[in-house]
């Protein structure tokens, strides 16, 4: 059977047969194409739980588990709507639809590719992520679920996200306690994100690599250049028996418009993150190029 033909197509046949005499006789058949097992897929992580705006470094596995090659094999990922892909291995053109043209696969052969993602999933949401392989003949897709913990409560004293003409970011949060990953004296040893998000799209991922915290005072303080033009600052300090974060940026070169005014606010500090959902009020009219939204505070 050719391979090219997907596993549960169904083949009509018709053989007749004709005598000079003129009688005719005719069998009619239909089969369902079983194909070969083809291409397995699986999605994984060794991570069980994320935390919002957490790091989650996520496998894709293919493999042909078939006796014959199967061509034209592409795979992708959906990184749904609380994901920001940070980075893949092999490197791709779109990180926001990540896809890999593998081409053809013989039996037995396969690979894995790898992906960094940003969770922006709340606290006791789902992040999920689906990966898709296709080739001549197959199709396949696995999913990863992984559930977002967060800690601690959240105070919002100020943010605004605004778009056009100043792209930027700010929030002022307060929290009882400081997640680890952060010690007194010393830069992060880890990754420090923050993102703002809608029920339906991530908005912003703000990410301050290991080593980039300068301690100061009690407390931490940077600015770093944003990967794709403009800066990130973050700002970290006790005061009262609360611990005070401040993050912002300045002059991003884009920021996509929020499709809706209730924004959420996600911060990972090394093995765990928080998150508030606030609802903003628009200062002045909102164009397609032109959104102003603010937050007065708690």
Known sequence: MDGGVPSGTVLASEVALSAASGEVASVAQLSTVESSPGLALTISSAQTSTTPAGLVDVSIDYVNEGGTSVSNVAVSLDPGSFSTVLSTNPAVANLQ????????????????????????????GILTLVSSAT???????????????????????????????????????????????LSAGSTNSEDVFATVSTATQTLATIRFPPGTLSPKGTGWKTKIDSPGGGQFSIGIQPKKGIWRIRV??????????????????????????????RTFIARGPETPTNQFLRYRGD
């Open 248 to 277: 912002k940026t300045k002059n991003l070169p884009a920021l996509p418009f929020a499709s809706s005014h209730h924004l959420r606010m996600s911060l990972s500090l090394g093995g765990g993150g928080f998150s508030a959902t």
């Open 135 to 181: 080739g001549t003949g197959q199709m396949r897709s696995a999913t990863l679920h992984l559930p977002s913990l967060g800690s601690g409560d959240v105070t919002v004293t100020k943010a605004q996200y605004r778009v056009g003409k100043r792209n930027n970011v700010q929030m002022f949060l307060e929290i009882d306690d400081l997640p680890p990953g």
């Open 97 to 124: 639809a990540p896809t890999w043209n593998i081409g053809t696969v013989a039996p037995g052969a396969g690979g894995t590719l790898e992906v960094q993602v940003v969770a922006s999933a709340p606290s006791g």
